[in-house]
């Protein structure tokens, strides 16, 4: 592949040993940063959460917005960020009681043309935030909606889904997921349950709520879509973690609004870890119906038909476990879509290396599998790098450089795979510090046809889980985009989890 800006990058013997050492077949040249690329650093701050994209600012070009913050109940200024896409200059600011560490869904709820974002976390954090101006719209108050039976059941809120106007106020109201008390001993059955929740797209009222049907906790973002008639939307969630097992279920809107998910359809269970990773919806048996594809914790990778909700497929990873999603794209050369999936390999607290795997959609077989740096939860992004007609991955991958038995020294990148010829390409320079759970966007953020990439990462080289400092680059090439891409960022180029066929 040829840029009209690159440079040939030194690789010392040291790093590219380790880099054979991961498996990596690395070519050694690599772009450098084009006019219009940037990197933003925030000093005090970590990040969990993935970019998302709108003109803020009306300018043409698309600015990011990000979730931060510092550690648990500690509050933040800087908890929600927006920087202007063209040159990376802060635009606004939020502040929060706890970490942000959710991605945003975007709506124009103040009808003044330009996208404002939701965007939850910690401590029951759920925050609307007028796009242009960075003042928040609304701060949902759980004081406001508690009594004696459950004011102390209001946690985290996860990735939140716009839904069609509910209280009839004009503008579009949201679903989203809470739960997960972090106070709770690791394997303490007795926990409080998680919900669903409804809330006021213009205000942030609490419109419904209704309990997980087993009682369990939930981490899982939704996954929702709209039935063909009416007004009802289908719901995928999941409940248990990391030492609690739960259930896979598909429910409605309508059963949330009555506050009641009793008759939800259990899809499977576990015994021993739950279901965090929010799933993916799309068609593999060709039979014009969305299937729903999902990482279970205990590392099983599981299809279930769209229509009858059998289970077509499963993909056991040994030794493994996942805290993320899928990236879905068209991986092999059939027109069935197909999937990616990174591993932590280990059981919880004790993860350490990366594992993943392309899953044949049509089949369910493994078509190539691999154990690129340590453990994270990012989810890769999706496009057709050469223009072969079949996809690439673009992922982040962490590693270490050890310089004697005491020091070790963090770093993280961006790569390629070309599942063709299953060669890993370095993208752009190594990076100091780590990337947990970032995941980046790529697309075109000032309409020239070319690809961008926002990534986002920490800079402290020696630990890991830090929040004293992050970066965020835009990385702008001449690579031209040759057709549409549809898994570009976190839950897909939409955000909701759905694969949107050209």
């Not at 917005?65 to 509050?75: C, D, K, S, T, Y």
């Not at 989203?176 to 809330?199: K, T, W």
């Amino acid at each position: 592949m040829v840029f009209s800006c690159y440079r040939t990058i030194k690789t010392d013997f040291f790093y590219l040993s380790f880099l054979l050492i991961l498996g990596f077949s690395v070519s050694a040249t690599s772009f450098t940063l084009c006019q219009g690329s940037w990197t933003a650093k925030m000093g005090t701050v970590g990040s969990f959460s993935s970019p998302r994209v709108a003109d803020l600012n009306q300018d043409k070009v698309l600015d990011i917005i990000l979730g931060a913050g510092r550690e648990e109940f500690q509050a933040c200024d800087s908890a929600v960020i927006a920087l202007d896409g063209k040159t990376g200059a802060l635009l606004w600011k939020v502040e929060a009681k706890d970490q942000i560490f959710g991605s945003a869904a975007l709506k124009d709820i103040n009808a003044d043309g330009v996208l404002d974002p939701v965007i939850g976390g910690r401590s029951a954090e759920l925050i609307a935030i007028d796009g242009a101006k960075g003042e928040v719209l609304w701060r949902f108050n759980p004081k406001v909606h508690a009594d004696k039976d459950n004011q102390e059941h209001w946690f985290n809120f996860y990735n939140p889904q716009f839904i069609n106007d509910q209280n009839k106020d004009g503008v579009d109201d949201i679903l989203i997921s809470n739960g997960g008390d972090v106070m709770a001993e690791p394997y303490d059955p007795d926990r409080p349950p998680g919900y669903l929740v409804v809330v006021s797209g213009k205000d942030g009222q609490l419109l419904a709520r209704a309990p997980m049907p087993d009682g369990k906790e939930t981490y899982m973002s939704i996954t929702i879509s709209p039935r063909k008639k009416g007004r009802d939307y289908d719901i995928v969630f999941g409940t248990g973690g990391e030492t609690i097992g739960g259930n896979l279920y598909v429910g409605r809107l309508s059963a949330v609004m009555k506050g009641d998910l009793t008759a939800a359809k259990i899809l499977e269970s576990s015994k021993d870890k739950g279901y965090i990773g929010p799933a993916g919806k799309v068609d593999i048996t060709g039979d014009g119906i969305d299937d729903i594809v999902v990482n279970a914790v205990n590392g099983r990778l599981v299809a279930f038909d769209g229509k009858q909700y059998k289970k077509l497929w499963e993909v056991v990873r040994p030794n493994s476990e996942s805290y993320s999603s899928m990236a879905i794209g068209y991986f092999t050369p059939d027109a069935t879509p197909d999937f990616f999936v990174s591993y932590a390999q280990g059981v919880w607290p004790k993860l350490d290396w990366s594992a993943q795997i392309m899953v044949n959609g049509k089949t369910g077989q493994v078509e190539f599998s691999d154990s690129l740096g340590f453990y994270q939860n990012t989810t890769p992004v999706v496009l057709d790098w050469n223009n072969d007609g079949q996809d690439e991955i673009l992922m982040s991958v962490n590693f270490q450089e050890i310089k004697n038995v005491f020091q070790k020294f963090f770093y993280n990148m961006l790569v390629i795979i070309d599942f063709k010829t299953e060669d890993v390409l370095q993208i752009g320079d190594k990076f100091e510090g780590n990337n947990l759970s970032s995941t980046p966007w790529i697309g075109d953020l000032d309409a020239d046809n070319n690809l961008d990439i926002i990534y986002c990462h920490g800079t402290n080289n020696r630990h890991t889980y830090t929040f004293d400092g992050i970066k965020i680059h835009r990385i702008k090439t001449t690579l031209p985009l040759y057709k549409k891409i549809i898994w570009g960022a976190y839950q897909g180029s939409y955000y909701d989890g759905i694969f949107h066929k050209e």
